[in-house]
């Protein structure tokens, strides 16, 4: 079968797309769906997540020196979950093919059900060249002022990197929701107004356990297994793997 490429996506600073990218990755894993994890942000927040070594070297010596893949994925301690580590290197990267990602990631596609792509809070050479590279894009929004007014730039953003590619299915999560306050409840209802069944059902609710994980170098489900939130992520990630038929 073939390997599935999500990208999780939006140019958005601290929507929560690396707590996502960590965690529907983590969650694919304990489905025993082999998931390698691309970290793509020059920040290197989800490969800190997982590791406690250096992230070199890195997805970025594959992009821009050619280095194989294999050479630089690293084991994460967790069954069925692998990673690519990211660098400060990833800010200098500039797409030599708009799917460059994809083409040197495909030779070992067949060791892995998912490859999650998680793209740093900017519309350069690495988001570019996920969102081209990907087979569907999953976009954290938080609901707050304006949120919607950000989706736009990015939809434009893809139509142009896909432009000639086949389409792709894009799929929105509610992150950091906060279901007592009025604000996050109306910007829901819009979003589900504007993308109707492109929004998930699942909404991630905001929660300190998720902003403790990390400090442990913990997914969620390592963290607090039994949380409300591992349980939505949990949810999420069934909801992705069914509808790709795994
Ligand atoms: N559901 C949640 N509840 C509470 N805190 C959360 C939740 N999800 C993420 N956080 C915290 O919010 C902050 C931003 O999340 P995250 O790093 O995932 O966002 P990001 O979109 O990847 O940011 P950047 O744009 O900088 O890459 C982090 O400190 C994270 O631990
Ligand atoms: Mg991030």
Same mark, same amino acid.
């Given at each position: 079968m073939d390997c599935h490429f999500l990208a999780v996506a939006n140019?958005?600073?601290?929507?929560?797309k690396t707590a996502t990218a960590v965690n529907v990755a983590a969650a694919l894993a304990v489905l025993e769906l082999d998931t390698l994890l691309v970290d793509l942000d020059p920040q290197a927040n989800a490969t800190g997540n997982l590791l406690n070594?250096?992230?070199?070297?890195?997805i970025a010596d594959v992009l821009i &020196? &050619?280095?194989?893949l294999q050479r630089v994925v690293r084991l994460t301690g967790r069954k069925h979950l692998s990673i690519a580590p990211g660098n400060s290197r990833l800010s200098s990267y500039i797409p030599k093919t708009r799917t460059e990602l994809r083409e040197k990631i495909l030779p070992s596609?067949?060791?892995?059900r998912f490859v999650v792509l998680d793209c740093p809070p900017a519309l350069g050479g690495s988001t570019v060249s996920a969102l081209a590279s990907c087979d569907e894009i999953v976009v954290p929004v938080q609901a707050e002022y304006l949120a919607l007014e950000g989706l736009s730039s990015l939809i434009t953003a893809v139509n142009r990197v896909r432009d000639g590619l086949e389409p792709v299915k894009t799929r929105y999560l509610l992150t950091?929701? &906060?279901?007592?306050?009025r604000l996050a409840k109306e910007v829901e209802a819009d979003l589900r107004r504007h993308f109707g069944g492109s929004v998930s059902r699942v909404v991630i609710p905001r929660s300190v356990r998720m902003a403790e994980a990390p400090g442990f170098r913990r997914t969620i489900f390592e963290h607090a297994a039994n949380s409300g939130v591992a349980d939505a992520y949990a949810t999420f990630a069934k909801e992705v793997a069914v509808d790709v038929g795994r």
């Open positions: 140019q958005k600073g601290g929507v929560g070594t250096a992230g070199t070297p890195g &020196d &050619d280095v194989e596609s067949t060791r892995y950091m929701f &906060d279901g007592r306050n």
